[in-house]
């Protein structure tokens, strides 16, 4: 089985699709914590639905919060770290201990780097007159959107198409991805 923490800074939309895969016995992995930087974010309502703990990190400089994290994600079993909409940089501390993902909504490397998360990215794919986009999975590293790619997945972007739409498009693909990506991590921890 696998040992996730769950990174999500907003709605939680990507954690409640890893949440309902468990449930629904697609994924052999159990969430041990949802970490948020935002104590009003949806995705920690989620996780106490849920059973899950949650952890919140304050709004403290970048060096405090990787060794407060690195602290707290001790008490837990962690095979895998996923950012699920975290808008925060990852420590040294943490990357030098942890495999973490993040999925990420363009096709990278266009549309990604620091600021370009959400529906500013789904902007600047329909301003450049895009006709593909989609999502992302890739490894974390030291840099925003960086690290190597583990899964892409492309959408159609029509002409008509908004921000939205392309949000809309983005966003199912995503889930899917994510959680068939992490069905074969589990497969890979259950043989360790």
């Known amino acids: 089985m696998l040992n996730l923490v769950v990174f999500a800074s907003g709605n939680?939309?990507?954690?409640?699709?890893?949440?309902?895969a468990i449930n629904n016995n697609e994924l052999s992995a159990t969430i041990n914590l949802v970490v948020s930087n935002n104590?009003?974010?949806?995705?920690l309502e989620r996780a106490k639905k849920n059973n899950i703990d949650t952890y919140i990190i304050g709004n403290k400089e970048f060096q405090s919060q990787d060794e407060e994290l690195?602290?707290?994600l001790s008490n837990y079993k962690i095979d895998l770290?996923?950012?699920?909409?975290?808008?925060?940089?990852?420590?040294?501390k943490l990357l030098n201990k942890y495999?973490?993902?993040?999925t990420h909504p363009s096709l990278l490397p266009?549309?990604?780097?620091?600021?370009?998360?959400?529906?500013?990215?789904?902007?600047?794919?329909v301003e450049a007159g895009e006709k593909i986009s989609g999502v992302t999975l890739h490894y974390v590293n030291s840099e925003y959107d960086k690290g190597s790619i583990i899964a892409q997945t492309k959408v159609d972007v029509l002409p008509t198409d908004t921000a939205e739409d392309v949000s809309a498009k983005v966003q199912a693909v995503e889930k899917?991805?994510?959680?068939?990506?992490?069905?074969?991590?589990?497969?890979?921890f259950s043989r360790i």
Not at 12 to 20: K, V
Not at 82 to 92: D, E, Q, S, T
Not at 99 to 102: K, R, V
């Open 12 to 20: 939680g939309s990507t954690l409640q699709a890893i949440i309902d």
């Open 39 to 43: 104590k009003d974010a949806f995705a």
């Open 70 to 72: 690195y602290e707290v």
């Open 81 to 92: 770290i996923v950012l699920a909409g975290y808008l925060k940089m990852i420590g040294p």
């Open 99 to 102: 495999t973490i993902i993040n």
């Open 110 to 125: 266009k549309y990604g780097g620091k600021g370009m998360y959400g529906m500013k990215v789904h902007k600047a794919v």
């Open 176 to 188: 899917i991805q994510l959680v068939n990506e992490l069905k074969k991590f589990s497969l890979k």
